[in-house]
């Protein structure tokens, strides 16, 4: 159970971040502004010289994600690999997946302090694998 649902998750979290991509891509789109000189001369257009506050934002969320899922990534693969409580670890990847989905809409949507307790519930749940991983590794020392 518990692979099928991380297995799940990491799917999730990888679409999220395609999401967030096509949002950014979009909000260049819309309004044809680019600053990159050769993207913005495929339209014919002159390249801006900063970029859209919601792809700013959009960056913001890319760059939190890139700090906490590949974490994720890690501390759930080595708990399922150490074979800890299924049900303990299915939740733990439910729970984060969705945590770092509101974190995500909350970051887009400029809301605090639903941002910063969605980014804590995704933290706790990173600490939680880690209680799992310690918990298995040192039962296997002992046995």
């Not at 600490?127 to 799992?132: A, K, R, T």
Request: hydrophobic letters at 55%.
């Amino acid at each position: 159970m518990g692979l099928h649902v991380f297995a799940l998750c990491v799917v999730a979290l990888f679409l999220k971040m395609f999401l967030v991509s096509c949002y950014q891509g979009y909000h260049r789109l819309r309004v044809v502004a680019f600053t990159n000189p050769e993207d913005a001369a495929v339209f014919k257009r002159a390249p801006q010289p900063a970029e859209r506050p919601q792809v700013i934002r959009a960056a913001r969320v890319w760059a939190n994600d890139l700090e906490n899922i590949p974490a994720f990534f890690a501390l759930g693969g080595l708990a399922i690999a150490l074979d800890s409580p299924a049900a303990l670890t299915a939740w733990l990847c439910v729970v984060f997946t969705l945590a770092r989905g509101l974190h995500t809409g909350a970051y887009l949507a400029a809301l605090q302090p639903w941002r910063t307790l969605f980014y804590g519930i995704g933290v706790l749940c990173l600490l939680g694998f880690c209680v799992l991983i310690l918990m298995r590794v040192f039962s296997l020392y002992r046995a």
